[in-house]
């Protein structure tokens, strides 16, 4: 593959970028940060070309063929659409913006452009889940009607009192972070239905750092920083036909969890159901023979991200569409805008 690419962002996500992107064989030109230590740092890391402090002129790099968006979620629109009008093509970090006119505004530079834009929900190429959606598109599960989406943490906010718990910065908190992920894949597994209707609610129970009991934390915390986002969201999502979705989260609850985290995914059919035990240990439940009968099925496993990278590459080099579109992940956004609302206004919040 002949790919040259550069990078928005010198944070973990685009570390993840770079090593796949190293594996693949794909030129990495160039990586942006407003902060020059943190740029030079990433790039002689993974032998990056060039160190940017100013995106416009890594932009106007007339050789470069795709950027990758790995920001804070505040800027995600305004670098993605940015790349995109540089005639650049655009592998875009969940969640896809702020909001969903960011979203609406991303799609329109998006189709003015011409240029293809991936968005960057990497658990859907996990061989796992692929072997879920191998059963349910051969029909094993007949007609998904209804599912829940949960990723539990004891504890784990992320850079307490950073950018990640700063409402102004990402949007939100564990919904927004970690829930994200769980919507996306049962939507992309129920075939994306049309959403119509949202119920939801939000807590944030833990403000201070000073009063939150942690034994480890992703990230350093802040101290005195700001934590006006939510640690616990659940909701309940109405589809155009009937179908229905329960999402739970949490980056910090009281239970008895029987590991740090617990994540997992179940959508159940009329004559089947699946289920993601953690993200990758698939298991089917159906009917066969006039029995009752629990699927185990193997599989080799894979680096998602790599693959991610690759889907994206090969998308550019055949001008085919991504399988996480743009539009999909305006669909999402339009989900989780919805549950805060939802929350804000204690009613429910209609999306038709």
């Known amino acids: 593959m002949s790919l040259k690419l550069t990078f928005i962002g010198a944070g973990n996500i685009n570390k993840n970028h770079m090593r796949s992107a190293k594996e ?53 629109a305004e670098h993605s659409i940015a790349a995109l009008n540089a005639g650049k093509h655009v592998l875009l970090e969940k969640p896809m913006a702020m909001s969903s006119a960011e979203c609406d505004a991303i799609i329109v530079a998006m189709k003015k452009s011409g240029k293809i834009l991936q968005m960057g929900m990497v658990n859907r190429f996990k061989n796992s889940v692929g072997t879920l959606k191998h059963f349910i598109d051969a029909g094993k599960c007949g007609n998904l009607y209804t599912g829940q989406a949960f990723w539990y943490r004891r504890r784990g906010i992320p850079g307490f009192g950073g950018w990640f718990t700063t409402k102004s910065m990402s949007g939100g908190g564990a919904l927004i972070d970690i829930g994200v992920h769980v919507l996306d894949l049962a939507l992309y597994l129920m075939k994306f239905p049309k959403p119509v209707a949202v119920s939801g609610m939000t807590y944030n129970v833990w403000k201070e750092l000073d009063q939150y009991t942690y034994t480890s934390m992703w990230g350093k915390p802040t101290a005195g920083g700001k934590k006006d986002v939510d640690d616990y969201a659940l909701a309940i999502v109405r589809f155009a036909d009937g179908q229905t979705l329960q999402v739970n989260v949490s980056w910090a609850l009281n239970y008895d969890l029987s590991s740090s985290s617990e994540m997992g995914l179940r959508l159940a059919g009329d004559k089947g159901g699946v289920e993601l035990k953690g993200m990758d240990a698939p298991h089917i439940y159906a009917e066969e023979a006039g029995h009752l009968v629990d699927v185990k099925p193997y599989f080799t496993t894979n680096n998602a991200f790599v693959d991610e990278m690759k889907h994206f590459a090969e998308c550019i080099e055949n001008n085919t569409q991504p399988i996480a579109s743009a539009e999909q992940g305006r669909t999402v956004q339009s989900i989780l805008d919805a549950i805060y609302r939802s929350g804000e206004e204690r009613r429910e919040i209609r999306l038709d």
Not at 30 to 59: H, N
């Open 24 to 76: 693949l064989g794909l030129e990495m030109v160039g990586v942006y940060d407003i902060v020059q230590s943190s740029a030079d740092a990433i790039a002689k890391e993974f032998g990056v070309g060039k160190a940017y402090t100013d995106l416009a002129q890594m932009l106007a790099e007339k050789s470069v063929d795709a950027v990758v968006v790995g920001t804070p979620n505040k800027f995600h």
